[in-house]
Every structure is written in C-alpha cells, then in structure tokens.
C-alpha cells in the first residue's frame, strides 16, 4: 500500500520587532501533497470575486491575504478551508509589549515550538514549505538549517514565495483569523475553523527559557 505524503505550509501573522502587534501567531497546515484541489483553492476564489466595488479592487491584489481583503472574502476562504482535508496545528507568542529582534534564530525558535506536535500527529511529514520572510537568501538558509538541525534533519524546510503556491496563503488565512482574534478580542473568524484545529498553543516570549 502507497503511503501517503503529507506536506506542511506555514506562515505566520504579526512581527516580532512590532509594537502594534501584541502577538505573533504561527499557522501550520498539514495536507496531502498531491491533493490539487486546495492548491486550486485561493485562485478559484479570486476568479470568482467581482469586477467592481471594494471586492473586485481585491482582484486587482499581487496575492489574497488576510489583512487584505474584505469580511466576504476571508469567511469565504476560511469556510472553503474549513471542507479541505487539512488539519491546522496554531502557536500564538505573547509578546507583552516586548520589541523582538526580526532574527533566523527567533524565527526558527518559533517553528521549533509547534513542529514536534505536526511530526506527532503525521510522523511521516518529511517537507516543510515557509513562506519567504527574509530580504537575504542566506538569512532564509540559516533560518532552515536551524529548523532542520532541531529535527536530526529528518524533515527538509523550504522557503517558498506565496505568489508561488497559493497554500502558503492558506495559512496565512489562518494564521490572520488567530490574530484577529486576540488583537481585537473578536473570534469571528477563528470560529469558522476552530473543528479544524488540532493543536492551539499559547506561550509567552519572556518565558521562553522554559519552552
């Protein structure tokens, strides 16, 4: 019997060196690598949008994303998401207030926190695709080898441009829906994908000596 390859695609909401963001959050989505239908997904919804109006400037964007585009167009992304077979594992860092160096190593700090419960769930997820962050290549290398070193190197972790492949997208749906929901004290959108979510984990960065 083929075994199936899961594949996983993070992005996260919030900056780490941001005052105005009171948290970070990391979005992971585990899905099956040759499963077309949600690579499909962002880009059938675009096609759909109309031509005129505050959504149909939406058509014009370079990518959908969450703080982008409208109340219409983020319940009907996540509600689309909600029917894919996925499963969704959150971290949410509590910055309390704190200016956080935009650094590979804090990054990978983050990842190394929530990955160990997507490689629980799917112990055969071997490729980990990370949405482009840094301005310096080498920076996004850095940032992988230190993922991947955390891990025995059993799991690859890719940097990928969004514009690429919609899914890295997908979850930064998720992962703006989680934030929305803890800057404005509002789960509106959290909700639509709350039974999808396998893993939801909250810490505090200054506690990070205990992670």
């Known amino acids: 019997m083929t075994q199936v390859e899961f594949v996983a695609f993070v992005d996260e909401s919030g900056s780490l060196p941001d005052l105005s963001a009171p948290v970070v959050v990391v979005a992971v989505l585990v899905a099956d690598a040759q499963d077309r239908d949600l690579q499909r997904l962002i880009p059938k919804i675009r096609r759909g949008l109309p031509d005129k109006g505050a959504r149909g400037r939406e058509r014009q964007l370079a990518e959908l994303k969450f703080f982008k585009t409208s109340d219409k167009t983020r319940r009907q992304v996540l509600l689309a998401l909600k029917q894919e077979a996925v499963t969704l594992f959150v971290l949410v860092v509590d910055k309390e207030g704190l200016t956080i160096p935009d650094t ?83 789960t509106r959108y959290e909700e639509l994908i709350r ?17």
Not at 112 to 131: A, G, N, S
Not at 141 to 166: K, N, W
Not at 195 to 202: C, E, G, L, M, Q
């Open 104 to 186: 590979p190593g804090n990054h990978a700090l983050l990842m190394k926190q929530i990955l160990p419960y997507c490689l629980e769930r799917f112990p055969h997820l071997r490729r980990v695709f990370l949405d482009n962050h840094f301005a310096r290549a080498g920076d996004e290398g850095v940032r992988s080898q230190l993922i991947e070193s955390e891990f025995d190197e059993t799991i690859q972790v890719l940097a990928i441009d969004s514009m690429q492949d919609s899914r890295i997208n997908l979850a930064d749906f998720v992962a703006g829906a989680v934030a929305f929901a803890h800057k404005h004290d509002d």
């Open 195 to 211: 039974s999808k979510i396998a893993v939801y984990r909250v810490v505090r960065w200054n506690e990070k000596e205990k992670w």
